[in-house]
């Protein structure tokens, strides 16, 4: 049994009045894509904090490698190799394509910068998944889909972290650009890396994880095999009230009236899409 590359044990975080996160625990091992979803408010952000070393856990460890931590801070989160993918992407819009890929790991020749290599490692990087973006652009002149391709290559390729979250990292991507995080995620898990996956598709993650975990009120209400979850099963795992996916009335319940409301393909993009419904009296 391959021991795990990621083990949260027992994190809980207590603000006054509010409990984010309470005993929660999971694993991940490498070469695994392991997910995470839950509704707003269920302590997803909370979580991601914890692990970039942006907030303290009130009780509970971190450990990575057979060493156990309290918490992190955001350096100690990266020398651990711990790569955030946040949902928004962060990057220096005045600097290149190349420069913001290497930036923090600029490879350099006494001590000066080899923009040379530099270069060719961009070039390299963006051709080994077909994204043609040239390494001389201005990350403020990409689109918000290409900033965001833009910074899953900086963490997952040039600075190869062993473990990667990516929060949500999908939502600003255009339907392509889906498409080649799926090839980088796959390429990461065949290079044995321990991916955490954040989002809230649940047909995305039952596409792409081999397990997933659900968080619910702040706590891991349940931890399972991709395999054994559908649509159904995992909606009610994260809603936590069967009978809100039925579909049914009660017996005794009035017929509905005239449609007073309908809705047909409401879309925005990045936080929503493709919704209708209709109501009645």
């Avoid at 946040?86 to 923090?104: C, S």
């Avoid at 044995?192 to 596409?207: C, M, Q, R």
Wanted: hydrophobic share 40%.
């Amino acid at each position: 049994m391959k021991a795990p590359a990621l083990s949260l044990n027992g994190i809980s975080k207590i603000y006054p009045g509010t409990v984010a996160l309470d005993q929660v625990s999971f694993e991940v091992y490498p070469g695994e894509v392991h997910g995470l979803i839950g509704k707003n408010g269920a302590g997803k952000s909370t979580l991601v904090g914890i692990l970039a070393g942006l907030i303290e856990p009130t009780e509970g460890t971190i450990s990575l490698g057979g060493r156990s931590f309290h918490s992190f801070s955001r350096v100690r989160a990266k020398k651990e190799g711990v790569a955030i993918v946040p949902q928004e992407p962060e990057l220096i819009l005045d600097l290149t394509v190349a420069e913001n890929l290497f930036l923090g790991v600029l490879p350099s020749r006494k001590g000066i910068l080899d923009r040379k290599t530099m270069r060719a490692g961009a070039e390299k990087a963006l051709s080994a998944y077909g994204i043609g973006i040239s390494v001389d652009l201005l990350a403020g002149d990409l689109s918000l889909s290409e900033r965001q391709l833009l910074l899953i290559l900086k963490s997952c390729v040039v600075e190869d972290a062993p473990i990667v979250v990516l929060d949500e990292s999908s939502a600003p991507l255009s339907g392509r650009d889906a498409l080649i995080l799926r090839k980088i995620v796959e390429d990461l898990r065949s290079r044995g890396k321990a991916i955490v996956y954040i989002s809230h598709h649940i047909d995305e993650l039952l596409d792409i994880c081999d397990r997933l975990t659900v968080l619910r009120d702040g706590k891991a209400v349940a931890v399972r095999e991709r395999a054994s979850l559908d649509h159904a099963s995992l909606s009610e795992l994260i809603i936590g009230e069967e009978s809100s996916l039925t579909g049914g009335r009660p017996e005794d319940a009035p017929a509905p009236g005239e449609e007073i409301l309908r809705v047909e393909g409401l879309s925005r993009w990045g936080t929503f899409g493709d919704i209708s419904f209709s109501l009645r009296r």
